[in-house]
C-alpha cells in the first residue's frame, strides 16, 4: 500500500470513528509506529488530522486551517504530477481562472513558456509566478486578502468575478467528499470559490487523493459541477467510481 492510499484510509477511519490510534493503524496497514507517525505528522500538517495523544482525531472538529507555506510541503511530489497533468485541461489559447491553493500555484509554474492565455486570479503568489511570463494577459482580482492563503476575498473579488466569463476555471479544495460535497475552513474563501466555479464554462479540480473524506465549515460547490477532477493514483478505485458518479471524468497521474 502507498502512503496516500495509507493516508487516505486513515482520513476515512479518522472521520468514521472519530479517532485513530498509532498501534491500531500500524496493525492494519502492516507497518511500523514511526511510519504511522509520519502518516499522521504529514496529515496534520496538511490541516487534514489534529495530532493527539497516541494518535489523532479529525482536523474539522478543530477547525485548523494550515498555512499555506505549511501546505506547499506536503505531498509536494503527488501536487507535481497533478499540477502537470492539469496542463493538458487547459485550452491552447483562451481564458482560465486559477484558484487559490499549493497546487494551483504549481500549475502557474509550470505554464511552459509558449502559452498565450487570459489568465484570472485572485491569489498573490500565483500573480507573483506568472507577473514575468511572456504569453500570459494577467488579470488580478483585488480585495482583503487572508493571510493564511495569502488569496483575496469579499466584495471587491467576488464582483469581479461575476464579470468573468472564462473558458475553464481550475479550482482547489480543502476537502471533497465521494457523494459530493467540496468544502473549505473559511467563509469568504467559499463565497469565491463559488463565485469561480459560477465563471466558468468548464472547471478542472485539483485535488490530492487525501482531501476525499474530509468535510469543513464551509460548502462551495458540488462534484456535479466538476468537469474534470485532476488526482493523484493514491485516490482508491471505489472513490474513483464514487465521483465519477457525479459525471466527473477522473485523471489520476
Not at 22 to 37: D, K, W
Not at 120 to 128: E, N, Q, R
Not at 129 to 143: C, F, Q, T
Not at 180 to 207: F, M, N, Q, S, Y
Amino acid at each position: 500500500m502507498y502512503a496516500a492510499e495509507r493516508q487516505q484510509e486513515t482520513l476515512r477511519l479518522a472521520e468514521e470513528h472519530g479517532r485513530v490510534d498509532v498501534p491500531s493503524l500500524a496493525a492494519r496497514f502492516h507497518v511500523a509506529a514511526e511510519t504511522v507517525r509520519r502518516d499522521l505528522k504529514a496529515l496534520a500538517r496538511a490541516g487534514l488530522l489534529h495530532r493527539v495523544h497516541g494518535g489523532a482525531v479529525p482536523g474539522t472538529r478543530l477547525a485548523f486551517e494550515p498555512d499555506l507555506a505549511e501546505r506547499d510541503t506536503v505531498a509536494a511530489d503527488e501536487k507535481d504530477r497533478i499540477a502537470k497533468a492539469a496542463l493538458a485541461e487547459l485550452p491552447a489559447e483562451g481564458s482560465v481562472i486559477l484558484d487559490a491553493g499549493s497546487t494551483t500555484a504549481r500549475l502557474a509554474q509550470a505554464l511552459p513558456a509558449e502559452a498565450a492565455l487570459t489568465v484570472v486570479t485572485h491569489a498573490l503568489p500565483l500573480a507573483a509566478r506568472l507577473a514575468d511570463h511572456p504569453g500570459i494577459s494577467l488579470h488580478l482580482v483585488g480585495g482583503r486578502v487572508r493571510h493564511r492563503t495569502r488569496a483575496a476575498v469579499d466584495d471587491w473579488a467576488l464582483r469581479a468575478y461575476r464579470e468573468i466569463n472564462a473558458d475553464v476555471a481550475v479550482v482547489a479544495t480543502n476537502g471533497a467528499a465521494p457523494r459530493g460535497a467540496l468544502t473549505t475552513p473559511d467563509l469568504a474563501e467559499a463565497a469565491v470559490k463559488r463565485a469561480i466555479v459560477a465563471a466558468a464554462h468548464r472547471v478542472v479540480l485539483v485535488a490530492h487523493s487525501a482531501k476525499f473524506g474530509v468535510q469543513h465549515f464551509a460548502r462551495f460547490a458540488d462534484l456535479s459541477q466538476v468537469d474534470t477532477l485532476v488526482t493523484d493514483t493514491g485516490l482508491a478505485a471505489g472513490t474513483v467510481r464514487a465521483v465519477e458518479g457525479h459525471g466527473v471524468r477522473v485523471v489520476r497521474a
